[in-house]
């Protein structure tokens, strides 16, 4: 009887595509079918690259569970030999054979070819050394090797500099990541816009205004030749075409990716841009051959996108396996949807109309940071992206698989004016709708999923890896689970945890921090962070222990953002933003003539009133802060931290012949009793002298309203009816009939997020609205998320339970509120008092070269 030998499977490349396709082997396929080897030239198990930015960005690390998407266990236990840390040197068609560069030789009866694709490095002079090996301080950005080294170069001094050669999804993703590091980071582009490969003109426009305002510098339009040296061999900066030079001590290139593909030409395989393969994966010519994901080459097209390479596998296993023998691929309609530098887009087909009948719908509003359009042919979409708000992704795939009519009014494919909104999306998405991108996880698999015995996003994700990528779809998943789950639904324990290292809540954390007495960042892990250390909690726990213990928490290196470093916005050339503060709007003329001389003495190049009433000194040096400071003489005015920043005011009953109430006085008031307290995320203030809300207090973190004495009824403004007292406000000390009545709004918006706050109460004086305003700040600083601005809590907590904790005292929380912000409001010192004494010899230390840069070589 002959003995039943398994069919030897090599596969060359352990990446996401090779890795993947092994899985859907497994998956098809009897334990005993395939004889499986893996070749892999990283040390490593199988991970997910999208991760690396989060990485890079310390949102995640390099032993996250989530980054390793098959760790070495995983072979074992399926029967897989992996050789990792080698490399495939030659592939022998003829003995069927792969001849590794350890001198291993392995036979193989089918072989798949997944090699990916390599970085691209433009030539340019001075980048690699005379052995071909980069130049010390040059990154691609690939690998975990890669993403290790720009971390220990970014976090082993003070003031690096980095340029970020390429301004795509992965430069502006490593832009933003060295940025949370404290790098000070230029992008260059040599195309006109950045990610033109997925944005036109006016979406790239709008992405630059984002990622400019986090403090990165964009150079758009210039071509970088050359790589500088210092006389010790490392970086110095880049020279470009116009002969220009920027500084640099790092420098990363994201220039694009090349397909891996010098294998598959050395065996003598058909090789264009990518290995050519047939509608199952097979390479020409080739009986036993196949290639798959970034190196594969399929109808002259090469995908560098993972939603393509899941569907490849797919077709691929079903092919070797027999599951299918007559599957085919036929190519990809590629919609992206993810997150960049932290913006959200979505983009798929055409980029704008290609003929003259094409319908082209634009929705443009830089300020806001939100861009939208629509290309419809035939009555069919054929192109859509979205950039800052994507509420309207669900629809608009589905309605680019043509799985949905387009409706008439083709203004409503960007808006909620008829078509499914965001809250019902998650329903109406048919089952094979892709929801995350990065890990090709459909609709259908989630509920498959929650059917099975998952009935919380955390068990759904961890089962499907949805969500596990650039975490852009997990809201939408979080939804479809609901949806699947209904009353079976648990909610993830974790999911309320403040910061992910450690498993309290926000109001238990502020407990243990005060009843241990930890006043330092490394003391709340030591004492509370079973698994040690986590870099994204550092800035939130700064953040906290500083509303805790004020000005006597204790600073540690690395826990505060450059911003809070030196108490100045940083701009896009690594200069500073300075703007003094005038309460209420309200200036003088000897702020004004100190402001111009300080503007002249220390050159500053602009001078700019603010939306706040303010104005902002733009392109301070660093070094010059504690002089630009002294010789102003004013308060910081906060306009770079995460705090209470202004108060707009109108001009109230002073001149405004409409004025009902003495708006000035009051907003001044304010911001002298709360001026900079630490808060979860930023908070603007308004008071307005009449129901015309020339200051904007509708649609500010707190807004005050001005409604006159004879506005008062038995249902004052609808507040009453909430707290069972006239006027809404059962703490009020009595009414001054000689004083307007106030309006209180909170958790209103008007930049990207647009809101009208809601009615919190209406009072009947001055200093009612001054302690109003302190127990609510102090209530937000205890309970709100990290970063959550007032007006994603106030709906998460609810108004009506807002006026019942805060207004009627219902849980007794009021009087230690008041006590714990009276106790804040008393240790208030001001941050600019530092230039007397700096925290750190590199605090106020220039971050641009001391020593003159090498000239480009001339060519």
């Known amino acids: 009887m002959a003995e039943n030998f398994a069919h030897r499977l090599v596969v060359v490349g352990n990446g996401m595509a090779g890795a993947r396709t092994v899985e859907e082997i497994l998956a098809r396929s009897r334990p005993d079918a395939f004889d499986i080897t893996m070749i892999g030239a990283e040390p490593y198990g199988n991970y ?10 310390g949102e995640s690390s390099l032993d996250d569970d989530d980054l390793m998407l098959n760790p070495m266990a995983w072979y074992r236990e399926n029967g897989v030999t992996l050789y990792s840390g080698d490399s495939a040197e030659s592939i022998d068609r003829f003995a069927k054979t792969v001849t590794c560069a350890s001198g291993r030789a392995i036979g193989f009866d089918t072989l798949i070819i997944a090699t990916g694709s390599n970085t691209f490095f433009p030539n340019m002079d001075g980048l690699r050394e005379p052995d071909g090996r980069l130049a010390r301080g040059v990154f691609g950005f690939r690998t975990i090797e890669d993403t290790n080294g720009m971390l220990q170069m970014a976090t082993s001094r003070d003031n690096v500099r980095a340029v970020v050669i390429g301004g795509g999804l992965l430069g502006l993703e490593a832009a933003y990541g060295l940025t949370t590091q404290g790098v000070d980071v230029d992008v260059v582009h040599s195309p006109g816009h950045l990610m033109n490969q997925q944005l036109d003109e006016r979406g790239g426009r709008v992405l630059r205004n984002k990622i400019e305002e986090l403090g990165v510098g964009v150079h758009t339009g210039r071509r970088t030749t050359a790589v500088l040296r210092n006389e010790n061999g490392g970086v110095a900066g880049v020279g470009f075409a116009d002969g220009e030079l920027m500084p640099a001590d790092m420098i990363v290139v994201t220039a694009g990716i090349r397909p891996n593909v010098d294998l598959a030409r050395g065996a003598g395989l058909v090789v264009e841009r990518g290995i050519v393969v047939d509608d199952q994966m097979r390479c020409e010519d080739e009986g036993f051959i196949f290639a798959v994901g970034e190196c594969a080459q399929h109808r002259s097209e090469v995908y560098g996108l993972v939603a393509p390479l899941w569907e490849q596998a797919v077709v691929l296993a079903d092919v070797v396996t027999g599951a299918n023998p007559d599957a085919e691929y036929h190519g990809s309609r590629l919609t992206t949807k993810l997150k960049v530098a932290g913006v959200d887009v979505a983009a798929m087909g055409v980029k704008g109309p290609e003929r003259e009948d094409d319908e082209f719908v634009q929705f443009y509003e830089p300020r806001s940071g939100v861009y939208k359009s629509v290309v419809v042919r035939d009555n069919k979409l054929i192109g859509a992206m979205l950039l800052g708000d994507i509420s309207k992704a669900n629809f608009l795939t589905q309605a680019f698989d043509e799985k949905v009519p387009l409706p008439d009014e083709r203004i409503s494919m960007l808006f909620d004016m008829g078509t499914p909104s965001a809250e019902t999306g998650a329903a109406e998405l048919a089952d094979d709708v892709q929801v995350c991108n990065c890990n090709g996880v459909t609709k259908g698999q989630i509920v498959a999923c929650v059917r099975d015995g998952c009935t919380s996003v955390g068990e759904v994700c961890a089962k499907t890896r949805a969500g596990k990528g650039c975490g852009s779809c997990k809201g939408l998943v979080a939804d479809i689970v ?5 009353d079976t639904l648990t909610v993830d324990r974790a999911a309320d945890w403040y910061v992910p290292a450690i498993p309290l809540t926000k109001p238990e954390l502020i407990d243990a921090i005060r009843r241990q007495e930890l006043r330092s960042v490394s003391a709340v892990f030591e004492a509370l962070a079973p ?37 100045a916005n940083i701009q896009r050339d690594g200069t500073f933003s300075v703007v003094p503060q005038m309460k209420g709007g309200v200036t003088s003329p000897q702020q004004l003539r100190r402001i111009a001389d300080v503007a002249e003495r220390y050159e500053i190049p602009m001078i700019k009133a603010t939306g706040g009433q303010r104005i902002d000194l733009l392109g301070v040096r660093k070094e010059d802060l504690p002089k630009v400071w002294k010789d102003l003489d004013m308060p910081s005015g906060y306009a770079y931290g995460k705090s209470f920043r202004t108060v707009k005011t109108c001009v109230g009953t002073d001149y405004c012949r409409f004025g009902l109430g003495d708006s000035t006085s009051l907003g001044i008031a304010l911001e002298t009793r709360y001026q900079g307290l630490e808060s979860p995320a930023k908070l603007k203030l308004a008071v307005t002298g009449c129901p015309r809300n020339c200051a904007e207090a509708l649609c500010k973190d707190f807004g005050v309203v001005a409604i006159g004495a004879s506005a008062a009824t038995g249902n004052d403004a609808g507040a009453s009816a909430a707290t069972g007292n006239d006027a809404g406000a059962s703490a009020a000390t009595g009414l001054n009939t000689g004083e307007s009545r106030w309006e209180i709004y909170v958790g209103g918006a008007a930049g990207a997020h647009i809101r009208k706050g809601d009615l919190l109460a209406t009072v009947g004086s001055s200093e009612e609205v001054i302690r109003l305003c302190g127990i609510f700040i102090q209530y937000y600083r205890e309970q709100a998320k990290w970063l959550e601005r007032t007006y994603a809590w106030v709906p998460r907590v609810g108004i009506e339970e807002l006026r019942a904790i805060l207004v009627d005292d219902r849980d007794g929380l009021v009087s230690g509120l008041q006590e714990r912000i009276d106790e804040a409001v008393a240790g208030y010192v001001d941050p600019w008092l530092d230039r007397q004494e700096p925290k750190s010899p590199a605090q106020f230390t220039s971050s641009l070269p001391l020593l003159p840069l090498p000239k480009v070589p001339v060519r």
């Open 48 to 57: 997910n690259r999208i991760m690396l930015s989060h990485v890079l960005s």
């Open 482 to 486: 609901e949806v699947a789950a209904g």
């Open 531 to 567: 698994a040690g250390e986590d870099a994204t909690a550092k800035m939130p726990l700064a953040s906290l222990l500083r509303v805790i213990w004020g000005s006597d928490w204790e600073r540690e290196p690395g826990a505060l953002f450059v911003n809070d470093r030196v108490h």
